[in-house]
């Protein structure tokens, strides 16, 4: 049983499409967090949120935290190419970070 | 500065044998957190250690073991492999394991397969 929830698992579109990934849960989080991952590399770090409602941007990407604390959203504008890769959200309770299983995001040029 | 580097990339077992992976953190992290990667779980948490010691723990059997030495490298043992082991085993350093503030940077990972 996956404590998050991420929808769609795989997302194909064409270069400068509009997109958005879902990170769901019933359990509450401290703070959540994004990753982008490359084939052959590890998850990186793009964002972390705290506070519930928070929205943060980062150039095309849009983030944010739901009021309750319990879900996110990553919307990217005019996907490119190089946004191809592996999003995965991460939830902080206790003193550990539970991932979801990722959202694969092809961008087609 | 130097990233996050695991030894070896790649590695294939058969059942019933055991593996040790290599991280060496980025320099002056003393956290260091394994990871279990796989296409129907994503990513589970092992483990992390601090200072040489084991401070969280995963829910994974006793197989899965792991030790930190006084220079922040960590190696994380599988003893008996098992078909279900082969996945993509990823350590990721930070500064002092504050999961609320510091950042997590992961290496590139060990792809281990079992047969």
């Known amino acids: 049983t996956q404590l998050l929830e991420q929808s769609p698992q795989f997302l194909s579109i064409q270069e400068g499409e509009n997109l958005t990934v879902y990170c769901n849960s019933s359990?509450?989080?401290?703070?959540l967090q994004w990753y982008r991952q490359e084939p052959g590399e590890g998850p990186v770090l793009l964002v972390t949120?705290?506070?519930?409602?928070e929205v943060k941007k980062l150039k095309r990407l849009t983030f944010q935290f739901g009021d309750a604390r319990k879900d996110s959203s990553l919307h990217i504008t005019a996907a490119q190419p190089g946004d191809t890769g592996l999003y995965l959200c991460?939830?902080?309770?206790?003193?550990?970070?539970?991932f979801g299983t990722g959202t694969s995001l092809t961008v087609i040029p | 500065k130097a990233g996050v580097t695991q030894t070896p990339r790649y590695l294939i077992k058969t059942r019933g044998q055991q593996v040790t992976l290599s991280c060496s953190p980025i320099?002056?992290?003393?956290?260091v957190s394994w990871y279990q990667q796989t296409p129907g779980q994503g990513l589970q948490f092992l483990f992390e250690?601090?200072?040489?010691?084991?401070?969280n723990k995963g829910n994974f059997p006793g197989r899965f073991s792991g030790r930190q030495f006084s220079n922040s490298r960590s190696e994380m043992n599988v003893s008996t492999l098992e078909l279900g082991d082969s996945a993509l085993y990823l350590c990721?350093?930070?500064?002092?394991?504050?999961?609320?503030?510091?950042?997590?940077?992961f290496g590139p990972g060990t792809r281990l397969t079992v047969l």
């Open positions: 990721a350093s930070s500064v002092a394991g504050e999961p609320g503030t510091d950042t997590q940077y």
């Open positions: 949120v705290v506070t519930g409602g």
């Open positions: 359990s509450v989080f401290s703070s």
């Open positions: 250690y601090f200072s040489e010691t084991q401070r």
């Open positions: 320099s002056g992290h003393r956290s």
């Open positions: 991460a939830g902080l309770t206790g003193n550990q970070f539970y």
